[in-house]
């Protein structure tokens, strides 16, 4: 059995593929959905790339990258005023549709925006409940899951 049935997964390398292949004997996505061992085998982006696989192939419509843009620009602003946020990207390039959403954000202080991209996530996870995984986040990086309301999508 190929790991090529197994690798188009987020956060999945050949290398991993094979290895669950091989040595897991797992033969498909089903199965590694219902391997009693899965989350000790897996890291955390990797169990969201599995609990979203289906989601994630699928394309963004322009129309919820324009709502999300309106959440995200509404909250980064209510959070300080001087916070400048952009959605660039291929939404930027006017595509109809994406497999994701760039948003560059800057701040006239630039030692500010460590911590102020900590409280963008943690207002968008906590308060506004927009961000639903944190995949990675550091101090000018991140990268999350988010889902405009339960009836969207992530």
Known sequence: MPSTIITPLFAFTCAFANKLVHQEKLKSID???SHPKRDQLLNKKQQLGLKY????????????????????LREITAIDNQLRAEIVGSYRRGATASSDIDVLVTHPTVAKLPSLLHKIVETLTKQVHFVTDTISIGDSKFMGVCQIDTSKLH
Do not use: N, V
Not at 53 to 72: A, G, N, S, V, Y
């Open 31 to 33: 199965e590694l959905r």
């Open 53 to 72: 696989l289906e989601e994630f192939e699928q394309k963004i419509p322009r129309d919820e990258m324009k709502q999300m843009e309106t959440i995200l």
